[in-house]
């Protein structure tokens, strides 16, 4: 056994643990290999220098963890089924790094207010009773729902109670839950914007839900063609649609308002960046104007991090019990602290502080991105400007979006593809996200994003 470096320390206690990790490790790696008889316990205890009870401890602790078996007249042998694993997969080639890097839906993450998060996290930690640390209400606690629907109310002009807004692992989770909840209730088909989020498609995908694509125009979704689509749920982004960067129109706010109650259908609206707005008064949601049918979702992904996944719903009454109920069964509630924390600063004013700030920071960079592109690609189209952490661009006629994606990789500059977020032909064009560069670096990227039209032109 000691040439299979199966050995035992005896200054370091513990010596039927000691022995037992050592025979599981050369099971494992394959030095001790399926059918491999070991030997009895009398002999490895007087070869390790251990007392019998060691030896006889370690095989019976394997033996209960499927890595030995002991048969009666034949001694104890590796059991077989335990597969040592092969040699180490070699790692992809790495891909060079971005440069300047355009992905939208990414905020400036050296701007998370790291301060006072911290500040926020620590008096939580202070004020909060005993109670609330425990097994609590799987659609948030109380406190940080009522200030979620007075903010929400008094921001984007929803109908929100506390009773109606739910805590959630960001949009993302929101959305998984309304797709097995309306699933579950018959509100089919779903119908999403096209184009769409390829992340959003995916995530619907996941969950069993093929996705319907109704078109959009410069007023927004089509509704009429929603209406010829039969769909009983639709997902849209009416402050600011991903990626066009239009905004749904009053005419067809209305007309969407009115196909979801002559229906009966569901209206899911996503808020993702509607507290980003430049050239324009801000949009009221959707969901005040007809909230008995429209789910309204929001998060602090682009204002804070989204790595915090911290996010709300908010439910017509009918919806908000089975709701509930699916978000304890994923998982029992949303982290308290982290619920804590935010609920401090929408109470304090510093998280309307923060987005001044940084409405200020993004506004600056949007304009030095728009300029430049209208210096370095005047033959391209730039839309959906007024809002948001990104822009759409329409690429020269007979452009190969796929071709310039390529050729500025080989600049190092990271453009996102708008093919891939259709779910029906559409032409050459791309969604650039501006938050994450200062003014200086999106006129290079604007640059570099010329040459590579230029060069697969």
């Known amino acids: 056994m000691r040439e299979l470096l199966i050995t035992v320390d005896h200054t370091a206690g513990d010596l039927t643990g000691q022995l037992t990790r050592a025979v599981r490790a050369a099971v494992q790696d394959g030095r001790l290999a399926a059918g491999t008889r070991l030997p009895a316990t009398r002999a490895l205890a007087a070869e390790l220098g251990v007392s019998r009870g060691v030896a006889v401890e370690a095989y019976a602790q394997l033996v209960a963890e499927g890595y030995l078996v002991g048969r009666h007249g034949s001694g104890t042998r590796v059991a077989d089924g335990v597969t040592p694993p092969g040699p180490p997969t070699p790692p992809p080639p790495a891909a060079a790094e971005p440069t300047h890097d355009l992905k939208p839906g990414t905020p400036d993450l050296a701007a998370f207010p790291r301060a006072g998060w911290a500040a926020a996290v620590r008096r939580a930690l202070t004020e909060v009773p005993h ?23 008094r921001v984007r002009a929803a109908a929100a109670t506390p009773d109606r807004v739910m805590v959630v692992s960001g949009v993302g989770q929101g959305l998984a839950l309304l797709a097995r ?66 905004v749904l129109s009053p005419g067809r706010r209305a007309e969407l308002a009115a196909w979801a109650h002559r229906t009966g259908g569901v209206v899911i609206e996503d808020d993702y960046d509607a507290e980003f707005r430049y050239d324009r008064e801000p949009v009221g949601c959707l969901q005040g104007l007809a909230h008995d049918r429209v789910v309204h979702l929001g998060s602090v992904s682009k204002s804070l991090a989204p790595g915090l996944r911290l996010g709300w719903a908010v439910l017509p009454p009918w919806l908000a019990a089975d709701f509930r109920e699916a978000k304890r069964y994923t998982d029992l509630g949303t982290g308290v602290v982290d619920q ?22 993004y506004r600056a960079r949007r304009d030095a991105l728009v300029a430049a592109l209208a210096a370095e690609l005047p033959a391209a189209r730039v839309r959906g400007v007024a809002a948001g952490l990104h822009l759409y661009l329409d690429l020269p006629v007979g452009s190969d979006e796929a071709a310039v994606v390529a050729a500025a990789g080989e600049r190092r500059l990271r453009v996102e593809p708008v093919a891939p977020m259709r779910l029906a032909p559409g032409g050459p064009a791309l969604a650039l996200g501006y938050a994450g560069l200062p003014e200086h670096r999106l006129r290079e990227a604007a640059h570099l994003l010329a040459t590579a039209v230029a060069a697969t032109g």
């Open 181 to 246: 909840v309306l699933t579950r209730r018959g509100h089919g088909p779903f119908a999403v914007e096209d184009p769409c989020s390829p992340g959003t498609l995916g995530l619907l995908r996941a969950h069993g839900v093929e996705p319907v694509g109704v078109p959009v125009d410069d007023h927004g979704l089509d509704v009429a063609a929603l209406t010829a689509s039969g769909a009983g749920t639709v997902l849209v982004t009416p402050a600011h649609q991903y990626p066009t960067g239009v």
């Open 340 to 361: 804590l924390a935010f609920g401090r600063l929408l109470a304090d004013g510093a998280y309307d502080r923060h987005l001044r700030g940084l409405r200020a920071r």
């Open 131 to 153: 109670t609330d640390l425990g097994y609590g209400d799987p659609a948030g606690l109380p406190a940080v729902r009522a200030e979620l629907a007075g903010y929400l109310g």
